[in-house]
């Protein structure tokens, strides 16, 4: 049980979400688009492009897909605009 304890407590949020499900959300950028995400061993990667003219911040969620519905996280990506 400490071992089990111990090992959560070292891990970083992106390994806690991918290894045992839950939930992470993640701050991009401001005016900053996100069109992709994916894993790359244990670690969260997200491509984004500058906001064009008339854009709206957005939530996008990544969700895993378990075919045995035993672990699933979700990381919700948060666009925003810059101040001014």
Do not use: H
């Not at 806690?16 to 061993?41: L, S």
């Not at 244990?42 to 519905?69: H, M």
Request: charged fraction near 20%; charge should be negative; include cysteine.
């Amino acid at each position: 049980m400490i071992t089990l304890l111990l090992t959560l407590l070292a891990c970083t949020d992106n390994q806690r979400t991918k290894a045992f499900g839950g939930d992470m959300t993640v701050q991009i950028p401001c005016d900053q688009v996100v069109f992709d995400v994916t894993w790359k061993g244990e670690d969260l990667w997200y491509a984004t492009q500058p906001a064009g003219q008339g854009w709206r911040p957005e939530k996008k969620v990544f969700t895993e897909y378990s075919s045995f519905g035993l672990v699933q996280g979700r990381v919700t990506l948060v666009e925003s605009r810059c101040s001014g």
